[in-house]
């Protein structure tokens, strides 16, 4: 991982960090956000789908949708420490087997991802600085749904966003930033590749959002 946000996602979540994150996960199961993308999708016909989770951190989508019929997961992941986690609560909840991982930067490995019935991230394009290439990349491995967890396109939030978050990773010398991108930039993306927005649903600073290949 080269690029200088990518460095900082690996210190952000080191394993001091990632094991709070998997203990939380634990004992509360996943977050309110990744709860509202599972039930979203179980709502569609997921059974015997293939899921590629890109930024997968601990696997709240994956361990939730392998329970919900989906058959295999490809994980896709920066952090080392979060792939170890994710591993570990694969191991724990016997489903392992189901579960490929690929550690790297998405971007970078892109061409050796194989493409996958439904495409999830989860608080990842916030996460990333070049969101048109990462939302090209990723939308061209889906075949039929897309799932993505990522801010709110307000000003309120990004005066937040900058404010609580940039200038004191900034002050910190963490070369980590959150970004906040425009949601007509992100849903022109993925018109242009063939879909539409068929779930959305604001949840305070988060909007959680599903779309369908038409």
């Given at each position: 991982m080269e690029c200088c946000q990518c460095q900082g996602i690996e210190s952000k979540f080191d394993q001091a960090y990632v094991a709070k994150q998997l203990e939380q996960y634990q004992k509360e199961g996943p977050k309110k956000t990744a709860l509202q993308l599972i039930e979203a999708l179980q709502a569609e016909d997921i059974h015997g789908l293939t899921l590629l989770d890109i930024g997968g951190g601990v696997g709240d989508l994956q361990h939730g949708l392998l329970k919900s019929g989906?058959?295999?997961?490809i994980n896709a992941e920066a952090s080392s420490a979060y792939l170890e986690a994710c591993k570990e609560e694969a191991e724990r909840q016997g489903?392992?087997?189901?579960?490929?991982h690929l550690e790297g930067n998405f971007v970078d490995i892109?061409?050796?991802v194989p493409s996958a019935d439904i495409v999830t991230l989860d608080r990842v394009i916030c996460c990333y600085h070049d969101m048109p290439q990462l939302v090209s990349l990723s939308v061209q491995k889906a075949t039929q749904f897309y799932g993505v967890v990522y801010p709110r396109d307000i000003w309120l939030i990004k005066l937040f966003v900058q404010i609580y978050y940039n200038l004191r990773h900034r002050l910190q010398g963490d070369p980590m930033r959150i970004f906040v991108h425009s949601t007509e930039e992100v849903e022109s993306i993925l018109r242009e590749n063939g879909f539409m927005r068929h779930f959305h649903r604001e949840m305070g600073v988060w909007q959680?959002?599903?779309?369908?290949r038409q």
């Open positions: 989906v058959s295999n997961v489903h392992a087997h189901d579960i490929r892109a061409e050796e959680v959002v599903v779309f369908k």
